[in-house]
T-cell receptor, first 113, second 114 residues
Framework: SQKIEQNSEALNIQEGKTATLTCNYTNYSPAYLQWYRQDPGRGPVFLLLIRENEKEKRKERLKVTFDTTLKQSLFHITASQPADSATYLCALGRRSGNTPLVFGKGTRLSVIA | GAVVSQHPSWVICKSGTSVKIECRSLDFQATTMFWYRQFPKQSLMLMAT?????????EQGVEKDKFLINHASLTLSTLTVTSAHPEDSSFYIC??????????FGPGTRLTVT
């Protein structure tokens, strides 16, 4: 069965450092992969989307890589700030347009001042 | 842009009663809406996919007679939890798609059944 794993349930990091979160998947061939931020008691907020034919995407302090051979995505937050503390979810989409996403359990990031 | 709202944000109801949750796309037309459920420290689990004007497609294990979904317009989908029981207590989240790959999520509805 398809499986999505995010490297750890929780990650603590010092302010100013780069946080790196991992998303691995098996038995799945996504057309694209998305990263979301979720704060406690709130719905997920879309951050970045990367397609299967893309290697890297950037947005401000965020960077996502996608390796379909390794079946892995890395999500980086550079110059991390306490305000970046949240749970980050990776989600896979099988094909383009109006298809449901399959989510990982998320990694809870804590940035310590 | 791409704002999705949900109402109510939280609700407490007695066992055996029904609860309706609304999901609205405020600034775009959502051809498809999705309903997810999330238990504490768990992933979002897809319950059903709802296309405007047609019947919802439910995931395996989700009772369609218990979780009634209506998508009557391009900006509104509703989820009704019928005869709610304490085990239905959860965080219900909707998302909306305008046809592209991005999905925009609502803020969620916390349901507590006593």
């Amino acid at each position: 069965s398809q499986k999505i794993e995010q490297n750890s349930e929780a990650l603590n990091i010092q302010e100013g450092k780069t946080a790196t979160l991992t998303c691995n998947y098996t038995n799945y061939s996504p057309a694209y992969l998305q990263w979301y931020r979720q704060d406690p008691g709130r719905g997920p907020v879309f951050l970045l989307l990367i397609r299967e034919n893309e290697k890297e995407k950037r947005k401000e302090r965020l960077k996502v890589t996608f390796d379909t051979t390794l079946k892995q995505s890395l999500f980086h937050i550079t110059a991390s700030q306490p305000a970046d503390s949240a749970t980050y979810l990776c989600a896979l989409g099988r094909r383009s347009g109006n298809t449901p996403l399959v989510f990982g359990k998320g990694t809870r990031l804590s940035v310590i001042a | 842009g791409a704002v999705v709202s949900q109402h109510p944000s939280w609700v407490i109801c007695k066992s055996g009663t029904s609860v309706k949750i609304e999901c609205r796309s405020l600034d775009f037309q959502a051809t498809t809406m999705f309903w997810y459920r999330q238990f504490p420290k768990q992933s979002l689990m897809l319950m059903a996919t709802s296309n405007e004007g047609s019947k919802a497609t439910y995931e395996q294990g989700v009772e369609k007679d218990k979780f009634l979904i209506n998508h009557a317009s391009l900006t509104l989908s509703t989820l009704t939890v019928t005869s709610a029981h304490p085990e239905d207590s959860s965080f219900y989240i909707c998302s909306a798609s305008g046809g592209g790959d991005e999905q925009y999520f609502g803020p969620g509805t916390r349901l507590t059944v006593t």
